[in-house]
């Protein structure tokens, strides 16, 4: 038997039924990488419904009980809260940047199927390894057995907490970050999920046909149908330019053959009767004036008849 040469295969070829168990949630994982979602509020709402849950079961058979948990499940100050969803937005942001900048090469080229976890995409703040390596060492997966004699790893949703060993809403950020991070890790998202290339936008978003291979950078929907709209107005704008050019240069040209009485009617202004000839492009006389030279130039050309002196 030919030896195992990384930890990762030793794993895989020891426990060959071990799974891991659990889901991502990529609606709220999209909503606090793109800051539409906070889980500072998120939390706060999870700990009113366990308060209220507590309330209705006051009775005089569970009383203890149902004290216990009112003064259990109390707020923090709404400052703790905010700080709480800034932190897992900032620091998810940090380390999914990394994983995903781990899939390009010195030249730009992007390969997402080769992201990977090795140092030299990060710094020492913000190395994801680092990070889930030492969330892992004190908050130990439950490992559940199947009937079908599987063995799957699972993380809980959410710290558990007790009256005297109280966790804020800043620790808790800080584990709800590791898990998130852990299911991002363990789902096909790690693979899809990108960023958006316009530097103004940096929008977050799945790719729905992913490719091997980019060569050139990606953009989200929002910024494609506007680059697309851009692209369309410039070709239009640049379509009635030429063809304002194209009947101001005909209408030069035209000018030294125009007859007395017809040149009477201008009052001998050159440029008056050219903007008559592209009025219809809603031109006005500055814009004759200030493309003088380039009317001269394409009437020049070999579209046109040369202008007689």
């Known amino acids: 038997m030919s030896n195992v040469k990384t930890s990762q295969t030793q794993q895989q070829f020891i426990y ?6 659990g889901w991502l949630d ?3 994982f999209l909503g606090y990488l793109n800051g539409t979602r906070n889980y500072g509020q998120d939390l706060k709402l999870w700990i009113r419904g366990n308060r209220m849950m507590a309330l209705e ?12 948990a009112i003064e259990h499940f109390q707020f923090a ?21 990394q994983w995903l900048a781990s899939g390009f090469d010195a030249n730009g080229l992007e390969e997402p ?16 390894t680092t990070f889930l390596n030492r969330w892992l060492s004190t908050h130990h997966p439950q ?30 950020a800080n584990d709800e970050l590791a898990r998130e991070l852990i299911y991002y890790l363990q789902s096909p998202l790690k693979w899809t999920l990108t960023r958006c290339a316009n530097a103004k936008c940096g929008h977050y978003y799945v790719r729905r046909r992913p490719r091997a291979l980019y060569k050139s950078p990606t953009y989200c929907s929002a910024c494609r149908r506007s680059a697309t709209a851009r692209l369309a107005m410039d070709r239009k704008r640049a379509g009635e330019r030429h063809a304002s050019l ?6 030069f040209n035209r000018w030294p053959t125009l007859s007395d009485s017809t040149r009477r ?3 001998s202004d050159e440029r008056a009767y050219i903007t008559q000839a592209v009025r219809r492009f809603g031109i006005s006389r500055t814009w004759v004036s200030r493309n003088l030279s380039e009317i001269e130039r394409v009437a020049g050309g070999s579209n046109h008849a040369t202008r007689k002196s």
């Not at 079961?57 to 216990?68: D, E, L, Y």
């Not at 992201?115 to 990060?122: A, C, K, Q």
């Open 16 to 21: 060959p039924d071990m799974k891991f168990m």
């Open 113 to 128: 199927q080769k992201r990977h976890l090795l140092p030299e995409h990060s710094t020492p703040n913000s190395d994801l």
């Open 143 to 172: 490992a559940t057995v199947f009937a079908t004699g599987e063995i799957r790893q699972q993380y809980s949703r959410r710290t558990e907490v007790t009256r005297d060993n109280a966790v804020s809403p800043i620790q808790d």
């Open 26 to 28: 990529t609606s709220q």
């Open 246 to 251: 194209d009947a101001a240069a005909i209408a």
């Open 57 to 68: 079961n006051t009775n005089p058979a569970n009383a203890t009980w149902a004290s216990m």
């Open 265 to 267: 009617r201008y009052r």
């Open 77 to 97: 100050a709404d400052g703790d809260y905010a700080e709480a969803g800034n932190c897992v937005k900032t620091r998810l942001r940090m380390y999914v940047d």
